[in-house]
C-alpha cells in the first residue's frame, strides 16, 4: 500500500524559515504529481502547491515568492521550502499524490487520492 510520510512541521516566529518533507513508499514515484495542501481547524483545506512530474510548479497567491516545492525523484521526496512565515501560514499541512499524464497538474484536493497524515506548522511570536 502506498503511503506519504510528511516530516519537518514545528513552531517557528514570524519571518523564519521551515522545510517540510513528503517521502513517497511504492514505486513509479516519477509518474506522479505530487501537492502540498493546509488546512486550519474549522475551515476547508486550501491548495498550496502542486509540483508535476517534469517538476512545473503551481502555486497559490497566498504562498507565491515565498514557498518553493522541488522533488527529487530518486529518493521519492518532495520539499516545500517555507521562507517570510506568516502567522496566517499556520495550519496541518498535508502531502498528497495522484498519478497523473506529464502536462497535468491538478491543485483541487479531491483530485488528489493519497494523502499523508499531516504536520502542524504554528507561525508565532
Not at 82 to 94: G, I, R
Request: with cysteine; proline share 3%.
Amino acid at each position: 500500500q502506498v503511503q506519504l510520510a510528511e516530516s519537518g512541521g514545528g513552531l517557528v516566529q514570524p519571518g523564519t524559515s521551515l522545510s517540510l518533507s513528503c517521502t513517497r513508499s511504492g514505486h513509479s514515484f516519477s509518474m506522479y504529481t505530487m501537492a502540498w495542501f493546509r488546512q486550519v481547524p474549522g475551515k476547508e483545506r486550501e491548495f498550496v502547491v502542486a509540483i508535476g512530474r517534469s517538476g512545473g510548479t503551481i502555486y497559490a497567491d497566498s504562498v507565491k515568492g515565498r514557498f518553493t516545492a522541488s522533488r527529487d525523484n530518486d529518493k521519492k521526496t518532495v520539499v516545500l521550502q517555507m521562507n517570510s512565515l506568516k502567522p496566517e501560514d499556520t495550519a496541518v499541512y498535508f502531502c498528497a499524490a495522484k498519478r497523473t499524464i506529464m502536462t497535468h497538474i491538478p491543485t483541487r484536493d479531491y483530485d488528489y487520492d493519497s494523502w499523508g497524515q499531516g504536520t502542524q506548522v504554528t507561525v508565532s511570536s
